[in-house]
């Protein structure tokens, strides 16, 4: 690492960017959300006829909030002289403390979703255009590697074969508090099933390209950076991350109708949040009118109503289109997978780069290297997206 600049010229840099690196320690929202009661409440929903909103319980989060933004807007900021990286870090500042408003307000309904809308934004109307283009779709018919034959244990030592291809060591724990079937919390580098999940043969597939592809993929190039930022993540990054990593599900071959009919319907859900629906609503509109199975309402529903109403999920079908047309163009993907990194960002990626402040990805997403999706449908499809 001598080629990397630590000299004084940069050294108020690397003070900031660690005092930061100290701070954000606690606020990994994913860690909060997922209610601890998901399986209690679902049985009461469902015995209810579908009659009955939701109580959710949440972990109790382990930081003063007051405390931590103040330490957060006391860095001195104007001591970095380069303006585009000054003005990275004015914004990492504002983000981080949206993400601690999120969680200091999470169960606490309209509050809780006014921090996520600052935080996440909401669907556009071009958005919702593209999540019902999507639903005009056939799926996939007959597909043997859709059916659920694998429990989590099983799909545990898929994800330990998968991960040989990268030489990088992490955790994966089996949790019954979870709202999807895996994620991947990056300042543990642990990557979490959900201990009741069936998991398909495809959902395999599409996960393990999906979260170790490319989530650890970039939170380990995140870690080799000499700035910590890389790590703890740049503002804005999900839109960036997920699209890149529903873009691998693509580049393996993984990616299918129904899987991007899902990331349709999350759309679908968090827009009902701002017309003020309550749980019930939000699966009724599912479940009734798009006539989506019980289970699978229920999961997206619990998804974008945890904490109050959480608008994340709107993210992934738009942050696909984005890195779809960012990599039809020929543009260069390292770049996006250097850590928790945002497409808006690159050129100041560039720019720390070309000062020795950061370095090239040494992990890449194998999916990218080869095309295997065979699949000339999906193809039409992300073209016409708008």
């Known amino acids: 690492m001598s080629h990397i600049k630590t000299t004084t010229e940069f050294k108020e840099l690397f003070d900031i ?14 860690n909060y959300i997922n209610p601890l009661n998901i399986a209690a409440e679902k049985k009461k929903f469902f ?11 949440y972990p109790k989060k382990r930081f003063n909030g007051y405390k931590l933004h103040r330490l ?37 309904g309209r509050k809780f979703y006014f921090n996520s809308l600052k935080s996440f934004g909401t669907p556009t109307e071009k958005d919702l255009d593209n999540a019902k ?13 859709m059916l659920p ?17 990268y ?9 019954k508090n979870l709202s999807a079937a895996a994620m991947v919390l990056n300042n543990t580098q642990t990557l979490v099933l959900r201990k009741t999940h069936s998991y398909s043969k495809n959902q395999l597939d599409v996960l393990t390209n999906h979260e170790i592809g490319v989530h650890m993929v970039t939170t380990f190039n995140g870690l080799l950076q ?6 703890n993540g740049f503002p804005k990054n999900v839109e960036t991350q997920e699209g890149l990593a529903v873009y691998s599900e693509f580049m393996s071959g993984s990616l299918t109708i129904e899987r ?8 679908i859900a968090v827009d009902t949040l701002i017309k003020g629906y309550a749980f019930s609503d939000t699966f009724d509109l599912l479940h009734r009118h798009y006539k989506l199975n019980r289970d699978k309402s229920f999961a997206i529903t619990l998804r974008v109503h945890r904490g109050g109403g959480f608008t994340k999920d709107h993210l992934y079908l738009k942050g696909l289109k984005n890195i779809y047309k960012y990599a039809s163009q020929g543009n260069d993907l390292g770049v996006l997978l250097t850590g928790k990194v945002d497409l808006q960002y690159r050129n100041t990626i560039n720019k720390l780069q070309s000062l020795g402040l950061a370095i090239p990805p040494r992990y890449f997403t194998d999916a990218y290297e080869s095309n295997d999706n065979k699949n000339p449908d999906l193809d039409f499809i992300l073209k016409g997206l708008k």
Not at 80 to 105: F, H, M, N, V, W
């Open 47 to 57: 015995s209810a006829k579908y009659n009955y909103e939701p109580q959710f319980k």
């Open 133 to 145: 283009f999507l639903l005009r779709f056939d799926d996939d018919p007959n597909r043997e590697d």
């Open 72 to 108: 957060f807007f006391s860095q001195r900021l104007e001591r970095i002289a380069d303006d585009d990286i000054r003005q990275l870090y004015e914004d990492i500042i504002y983000e981080y403390s949206g993400l601690i408003e999120c969680i200091e307000t999470i169960g606490q």
């Open 260 to 267: 991007l009919k899902e990331l349709a319907y999350r759309v």
């Open 17 to 30: 960017d660690a005092n930061l690196h100290r701070l954000v320690r606690d606020i990994e929202l994913l």
């Open 149 to 165: 034959k694998f429990d989590a244990q099983q799909a545990k030592e898929v994800f330990e074969e998968f991960s040989k291809r």
């Open 167 to 175: 030489d990088f060591d992490y955790n994966i724990k089996i949790s």
């Open 226 to 231: 000499p700035l910590k930022v890389f790590s």
